[in-house]
């Protein structure tokens, strides 16, 4: 028979109250709570040879797409660039706990466009070739791994061997 509180005389103690949950029932873990953490400060460089940081694939097929906005976009070319040590720990936190990762969120930071329609280019415009040897270490090691487990379908093109000059007779 339950009574309420107020039935038990101060001083004296209430019973414990039940866990929650049914008997035998293992107890629920606390839901993580999503913490916003505030963008760090990060300083504007001027790179003294930008050509170092950053490269520009003109396109052989220029294309446009509809922008977030509704507006086209037409694009010719595309500048890949490198990317600071804050925005790949952005990549990997929001990559954080998922099952489905790609390389493609490193594309779009590097070039600005989504992955969407970074994976809607033909294959053999060089965009993808040229943002490889910019990815992070890490990202490296992901596309690595990626080619050993799904095979050289994921591979892509080996760089193209130093040209040498054939002796002379």
């Known amino acids: 028979m339950k009574r309420p509180a107020n039935a038990f005389p101060p001083g004296s103690q209430m019973p414990e109250l039940p866990p929650e949950g049914l008997p035998g029932e293992p107890k629920a873990e606390p839901a993580a709570v999503a913490v916003e ?10 790179f003294l040879d930008p050509s170092a940081v950053m490269k520009t694939v003109p396109l ?3 294309f446009a797409y509809e922008g977030e906005d509704g507006a086209e ?10 990317l ?3 925005e790949v720990a952005e990549i990997f936190r929001a990559a954080r706990g998922r099952d489905d990762i790609d390389l493609f ?7 600005g466009l989504t992955p969407q329609v970074l994976r809607a280019i033909p294959d ?6 040229t943002c490889v040897p910019f990815l992070p270490q890490a990202a490296r090691e992901m596309l690595e791994f990626l080619i050993s487990a799904y095979g050289a379908a994921t591979q ?3 760089p193209a061997p ?7 007779s």
């Open 105 to 111: 969120p490193f594309y779009a930071a590097m070039t």
């Open 73 to 82: 976009i037409e694009v010719r070319e595309i500048t890949v660039r490198r």
């Open 60 to 62: 052989k097929y220029p």
């Open 84 to 86: 600071s040590v804050a």
């Open 124 to 129: 053999d415009e060089g965009v993808i070739e």
């Open 156 to 158: 892509s093109p080996a």
């Open 162 to 168: 130093a040209e040498t000059a054939s002796p002379k």
């Open 37 to 46: 953490r505030p963008k760090a400060e990060v300083a504007k460089l001027r």
